[in-house]
């Protein structure tokens, strides 16, 4: 029973996506494909954002919430483990960059408190 919901669940999203595209290539607007650095870049932006280094978008505020910082610096970490090998350079790069920027920032706060 489980095993059929899923496969409703999954084929639903893959027509949904599907919808999405046709009507993003009707209207002649860019579907936004998401990417690795995409995907990377959004977890360290919530990174900077929970550091207080970067307004939070919601509330136009700064906001420092450390250890919500510490759990997307762990979770990038972990990706870095788990992505060992499947990465392009760019993607290696940018990954490894931003795994020491955000330590180095999240040192600095934790040092100031």
Same mark, same amino acid.
């Given at each position: =029973?489980?095993?059929?919901?899923?496969?409703?669940?999954?084929?639903?999203?893959?027509?949904?996506?599907?919808?999405?595209?046709?009507?993003?290539?009707?209207?002649?607007?860019?579907?936004?494909?998401?990417?690795?650095?995409?995907?990377?870049?959004?977890?360290?932006?919530?990174? =900077?954002?929970?550091? +207080?280094?970067?307004?939070?978008?919601?509330? +136009?505020?700064?906001?420092?919430?450390?250890?919500?910082?510490?759990?997307?610096?762990?979770?990038?970490?972990?990706?870095?483990?788990?992505?060992?090998?499947?990465?392009?350079?760019?993607?290696?790069?940018?990954?490894?960059?931003?795994?020491?920027?955000?330590?180095?920032?999240?040192?600095?706060?934790?040092?100031?408190?």
């Amino acid at each position: =029973m489980e095993e059929n919901v899923k496969k409703n669940v999954d084929e639903t999203w893959k027509n949904q996506v599907e919808k999405e595209k046709m009507n993003a290539s009707t209207k002649q607007e860019a579907y936004h494909q998401p990417t690795f650095t995409i995907f990377l870049s959004s977890l360290t932006m919530q990174a =900077m954002i929970a550091t +207080g280094k970067l307004q939070n978008p919601v509330t +136009g505020k700064s906001e420092k919430n450390m250890e919500q910082a510490r759990f997307l610096i762990d979770t990038i970490e972990i990706i870095s483990e788990k992505t060992k090998g499947n990465l392009t350079k760019e993607e290696q790069d940018l990954l490894n960059e931003s795994l020491y920027n955000l330590r180095m920032i999240y040192v600095q706060e934790k040092n100031k408190a």
